[in-house]
């Protein structure tokens, strides 16, 4: 395993170079993980990436780094104790200089060809390339894939970068092909695949961090997916909006962050009462309030399990990794349609925003019975598992109406307490359903065997696999559905267990308190993370050895 | 056609909303008369007395939440271009709450139709100063009168780019028929302010009795945008009819 650190100013291009080298590294058939790490702010300060790789799959960067890559001096002051003992530090020489370091003039080569300065990033990721022993026809074949219109100048500086190094930079690694090139994405992206493969029609969003790449990757992609994407005037217009759309038979997901979700939560009890199927994505940030808007956190549990007034069913489903990103959001997809409710997939930044390798099977798309609806049509017809035959507008001879208020069958508004009683007992049988269906898909994870159990969720996961690589007799738990909680198998990994150490980015452990809610269990070694960062593996596997001792 | 449902109709005897029901069902069955199918129609409803419009007539509806027609309507249009979609809408629940969405719905041209049952108050919360409610209105929220001046909704869909701009009165209900089968009909978003009295808590009858004039029988210019916001500072004789129309493209025709 080994990391490569590449820092610099926000607009030096430091996400795209990461990404680019996430490439040149998958194609020589390398596992890859990329954190992107960045203020909010959009030019100046200070952002980097850690792409760390090997032969193996990887779930996680590394701090600890072989190469830094500065585009400033800033990133060589800050990262400099991150270098292993035999790393080396590249730096754009034309901007700083730097003792100890190797320069690289970067903006002559820029200037030579008459390119832009964001172009820097392509020259030190050609010295780079070089110093890993990495064949240049890859990273002409990267470029030209990631750059298709602009290729040819970064070629160019790419290839002055790598010759430059020849003369000036000792190999430190001979990276050759060692397998089949893969694939990279980010969490977002994966949340975004499975919905369209699963058959999404329409994403409607409101830009907001960690959310918006979604709402970016298919807008642009929009003409391909045959998908409509809108952005409305705010949250509130964007959830209903889809529950219209969804009303009208679209398949709508939509997108934000707690903020912004907090705007959704009235309509959110719209889509329980009226029974409308959508999908809400709704990626973590550190809160309270505005929090530490670029940076991650998984504090909104409690609230999305607790969102909307009143009592309706909800699915609540928390992916850890950009795979099951991917199988997740289509899962959330049928699970909305089938049983006629909101699904929460809940992602946090480091999910939504890292990049992995990414290795999936296709999906097959949701198929939903539909009713042909006719003269007695009831929308909310009352049936033994809550569900009620789903028609649209539009539906010949029929009429279908959909309410807000306590309805009956038809959907006419009532206040009538028997019928009221009755419309709640079969929205909420509902739930009975779900909990059936949810028993035979995956709920938790169970990765190794062991007296001793760490459980987990979200992107805390990939941290933890990388941790455990370091312990024995370790068996770790990955919740991944919330709601409904999946009591007995959660019940059945833990009440054997030795030690349990529950790990998550929050302050006040709010899974740990969800399985004790939910099974009595009591989980007191708790490894909690509310510095606004993601877990990181070599730390994160001293605590564990602490307590876990 | 009939489109009575069996629901129990609870407005106050005498409530502005008969005259807007009645409006409302005839121009529906007008419309399915010139071929659009039953099926097609959809209509929605904010939260208010006014709401309580989508129960009391036999179509495909969506009786929504306060202030939120405007974007759920907008998701139907989306899903399913074809269906005819009209939204009613109280004073309150489009001034007030929903303002923002308002707005954009006409900034958007959606090709939908919103009719605002505008009685001036807050009726079904038992009677608050709205945005539309006149300055020194008495209410149980503002004892001593409202201290705020009204919103101009008329100049305010004018400037937000609403493609048809129309006031009608629920005591005129044959006018507002006509009024509403023109806004359905009008490609783009359509906007009818329609002036309410509440029995309860704001009666006007006599007030808009006396006041109101069909201004496009006096050769009012609808293709005038600039005699269409004069028009809709008159107040000393309250005009209704169509203030503006013309033609642009439709929001979702921008989607394949």
Known sequence: ?549 | MKLDTYAEITWCPGCGNFGILTSVKNAINELIKEGIPKEKFVIASGIGCHAKIVDYINVNSFYSIHGRVPPTLTGIKLANKDLVAIGFVGDGDIYDEGISHLIHAAKRNTDITIVVHDNGVFALTTGQFTATSPKGFKGKSTPKGSIENPLNPIKLMLVSGATFVARGYAGKPEHLKELIKKAVKHKGFSFVDVLQPCVAFNNTYNFYNKKVYDLNAEGHDTSNFEQAMKKADEKEKIPIGIFYETQAQVFEDHFN
């Open chain 1, 1 to 549: 395993m080994k990391t490569i650190t590449i820092g610099g100013k926000a607009g030096d291009g430091i996400k795209a170079a990461g990404k680019l080298f996430a490439n040149i590294l998958s194609q020589l058939g390398y596992y890859v993980f990329v954190l992107d790490d960045y203020p909010s702010l959009i030019t100046g300060g200070h952002n980097f990436n850690k792409i760390s790789f090997d032969k193996k799959p990887i779930f996680s960067h590394y701090k600890e780094t072989d190469v830094l890559i500065a585009l400033d001096k800033k990133t060589i002051d800050k990262h400099k104790k991150e270098l292993k003992k035999n790393g080396i530090i590249l730096y754009d020489s034309n901007s700083f200089s730097y003792k100890g370091a190797i320069g690289i003039p970067a903006q002559d080569f820029v200037k030579e060809v008459g390119g832009i300065k964001i172009m820097r990033n392509v020259a030190l990721l050609g010295a780079l390339s070089y110093a890993l022993g990495i064949d240049f026809k890859i990273v002409k074949s990267v470029l030209k894939k990631v750059y298709p219109e602009k290729a040819d100048k970064n070629i160019v500086i790419a290839q002055k970068g790598y010759t430059f190094a020849k003369e000036n930079v000792k190999q430190i690694l001979r990276l050759k092909k060692i397998g089949k090139p893969k694939e990279v994405m980010s969490g977002n992206t994966a949340i975004a695949y499975g919905a369209v493969r699963a058959g999404l029609d329409i994403y409607i969003a409101y830009p907001m961090t960690p959310a918006t790449s979604i709402l970016h990757y298919l807008a642009k992609n929009s003409q391909k997916f045959k998908l409509k994407v809108v952005q409305p005037e705010n949250e509130i217009s964007v959830i209903n909006m889809a529950l219209g759309s969804a009303y009208a038979g679209a398949k709508t997901m939509i997108g934000t962050s707690g903020g912004g979700f907090a705007l959704m939560n009235e309509a959110l009890s719209l889509a329980g009462m009226s029974e409308t199927p959508i999908v809400i994505v709704e990626c973590q940030r550190p809160g309270p309030s505005t929090g530490v808007p670029t940076y991650t956190s998984q504090a909104d549990l409690n609230f999305v399990l607790n969102a909307g007034h009143g009592e309706f069913p909800k699915v609540v489903i928390a992916p850890g990794t950009n795979e099951q990103a991917y199988y997740k959001s289509a899962e959330a997809l049928y699970l909305a349609w089938k049983y006629q409710v909101p699904v929460i997939l809940l992602s946090d930044k480091h999910l939504s925003e890292s990049l992995k390798t990414f290795e999936v099977k296709n999906l097959k798309k949701v198929k939903i019975k539909t009713s042909n609806g006719g003269k007695n049509y009831k929308r909310y017809l009352i049936t033994k598992d809550g569900v009620s035959p789903i028609a649209f507008p539009g539906t010949k001879d029929s009429v279908v109406k959909a309410s807000s208020y306590e309805h009956d069958e038809f959907g006419i508004t009532t206040e009538e307490p028997e019928v009221v009683k009755k419309m709640q007992q079969k929205r909420l049988r509902k739930m009975k359903a779900i909990e059936k269906e949810v028993e035979k898909l995956e709920a938790v994870k169970v990765y190794g065997k062991g007296k001793n159990v760490i459980v987990t969720w979200g992107s805390s996961i990939g941290a933890v696999l990388e941790a455990a690589k370091g312990l024995k007799n370790v068996k770790i738990v990955q919740i991944i559905y919330m709601l409904p909680f999946p009591k007995k198998s959660v019940e059945k990994h833990l009440k054997n267990a030795k030690k349990i150490v529950c790990v998550e980015a929050n302050a006040t452990g709010q899974l740990a308190n969800l399985i004790k809610l939910n099974t009595g269990i009591e989980i007191k070694n708790k490894i909690l993370k509310y510095d606004s960062r993601e877990f990181e593996p070599i730390e994160l596997l001293n605590e564990l050895k602490r307590w876990l001792k």
